[in-house]
């Protein structure tokens, strides 16, 4: 079975500064896909970025990019140019026939 | 708005009774997954069907059940309800049947308070 370890349950940056979140996760399988989810308050879940384990350049959206190293099972998302909308519960998540989720990071974005 | 959409947004009910929690998933995605979220067990998927099929089971007790309608919409079956099972239920949707390789959108939840 898979694992995903988010080893920081909470942080917090000042606004426009850059912050970067930690995953890793366990795996014997070789092609898969990782996600980071993003949960405000609303308790909406949003995607943020993907990433697809068979390429290795690393993933960007706009403000958000991923680093991923795939030997040492590691996939973090770092957010530049950080905004306070950007407060909410931040999930990392393995794939393959299902999500499997870490236990979030809570990020608080200060003026 | 994901166009996912779960009724009821809350539910406030009973121990040992019984709920059924609805999704509708987005116009043309086939797979339909739920999902818990409690506060002790985290994010856990609970089980997904495609086009009408179970396809795949997570750690879905044995008081739960699900099923996906010809016209796609999905409902979970809570029986027997414990305290413990008060948590948001989030059902997602994507349009094929292999997680990784297709978006899942999640809807807005469907809140269960177990009394």
């Known amino acids: 079975a898979q694992t995903v370890t988010q080893s920081q349950p909470e942080m917090s940056v000042q606004e426009a500064e850059t912050v970067t979140l930690s995953c890793t996760y366990d795996t014997s399988e070789n092609n898969y896909y990782l996600f980071w989810y993003k949960q405000p308050p609303s308790r909406q879940m949003i995607l943020v970025i993907r990433?697809?384990?068979?390429?290795?350049q690393n993933a960007t959206e706009n403000r958000f990019s991923v680093n991923f190293q795939k030997a040492a099972k590691s996939f973090s998302l770092k957010i530049s140019d950080s905004q306070l909308g950007d407060t909410a519960m931040y999930f990392c998540?393995?794939?393959?026939?299902?999500?499997?989720f870490g236990g979030g990071t809570r990020l608080m974005v200060k003026p | 708005d994901s166009g996912v959409t779960q009724t009821p947004k809350h539910l406030i009910t009973a121990t040992g009774q019984r709920v059924t929690l609805r999704c509708s998933p987005r116009?043309?995605?086939?797979?339909v997954y739920w999902y818990q979220q409690s506060l002790d067990q985290g994010l856990q998927f609970l089980i997904q069907y495609y086009n009408g099929e179970e396809r795949a089971k997570g750690n879905i007790l044995e008081r739960f059940s699900a099923q996906q309608f010809p016209d796609l919409h999905s409902e979970l079956n809570l029986s027997s309800l414990e305290l413990g099972d008060s948590a948001l239920y989030f059902c997602a949707s994507s349009v094929a049947g292999t997680s990784g390789m297709n978006e899942q959108f999640f809807g807005p939840g469907t809140r269960l308070t177990v009394l």
């Open positions: 990433q697809e384990a068979y390429k290795q």
């Open positions: 998540a393995f794939a393959l026939l299902m999500l499997t």
């Open positions: 116009s043309g995605d086939l797979s």
